[in-house]
């Protein structure tokens, strides 16, 4: 910070966050938005006052599982968690070469043993936040093979817009009931996934249950599961 002006004396508020409170320029280190004053005395004259706000950024957060299952030759689905603001956001994943698409939010890849994958999240500041997940490699139908996200925001940002079955099972039905047991979305297709409408409008923010059944790759066997999610506007 600085202060101007030819004060003899200088006196800061907030002292807690300066390197020095009785100099026109000290360091300031803060973790939120925070304003400063200072006021400066000259021999006999009466103080006068300035004051000065601070800016802090959100960084952008973002997370994956620490492992991701996989079947052996087989394809997974690279779905990171990522949260803040969304504004002009970059991406970035290494390895660059073993991903579907290295400048994406989400993309693919066809891991083995050894693969380890991270996103790197940029903002428009230049902030960064990265997550890493490895593959771990799936000889039998475990229960994580068919998973749904804990809640998505259908608010048509390109981000968790839809609510979609993920996991290694090939599925063949995908429901979504409502608080009183009402059916508001049902798929056979394993691509397509609810957006958040029932007979073509938006839902209220609640939770709703969702039902899957899907097939394993491994032995074929029926896999089925249930649980619920958030939908939030």
Same mark, same amino acid.
């Given at each position: 910070?600085?202060?101007? #002006?030819?004060?003899?004396?200088?006196?800061?508020?907030?002292?807690?966050? *300066?390197?020095?409170? /009785?100099? $026109?320029n000290p360091m300031v280190s803060v973790e939120e938005t925070t304003t400063f004053t200072v006021v400066g005395?000259? /021999?006999?004259?009466?103080?006068?006052?300035?004051?000065?706000?601070?800016?802090v950024n959100d960084s952008p957060e973002v997370s994956l599982p620490t492992t991701i299952p996989y079947i052996p030759g087989g394809?997974?689905?690279?779905? $990171?968690?990522?949260?803040?603001? %969304?504004?002009?956001?970059t991406y970035a994943w290494t390895p660059a070469n073993e991903v579907a698409c290295a400048d994406c939010p989400q993309t693919t890849a066809q891991p083995d043993s050894t693969s380890v994958y991270t996103i790197t999240v940029t903002d428009q500041n230049g902030c960064t936040a990265s997550a890493s997940t490895r593959g771990t490699p799936v000889l039998e139908c475990i229960d994580g093979l068919v998973e749904v996200p804990t809640g998505f925001t259908p608010d048509n940002d390109g981000r968790n817009d839809e609510l979609?079955? *993920? %996991? *290694?099972?090939?599925?063949? *039905?995908?429901r979504v009931y409502n608080r009183w047991g009402e059916l508001v979305f049902e798929t056979t297709d394993p691509s397509e996934g609810w957006d958040g409408t029932y007979k #073509?409008? $938006?839902?209220?923010?609640?939770?709703?249950v969702w039902y899957v059944e899907a097939v394993c790759p491994v032995d074929g066997s029926i896999v089925s599961k249930k649980g619920d999610t958030s939908l939030l506007r």
């Open positions: 910070l600085l202060a101007e #002006g030819g004060a003899d004396f200088y006196e800061w508020n907030n002292g807690e966050f *300066l390197s020095a409170t /009785d100099i $026109p005395t000259h /021999d006999f004259c009466a103080g006068d006052t300035a004051t000065v706000r601070v800016f394809t997974v689905s690279l779905i $990171p968690v990522i949260s803040g603001d %969304g504004t002009n956001y979609r079955v *993920l %996991g *290694l099972a090939d599925v063949r *039905l995908f #073509g409008k $938006p839902v209220n923010t609640d939770v709703y």
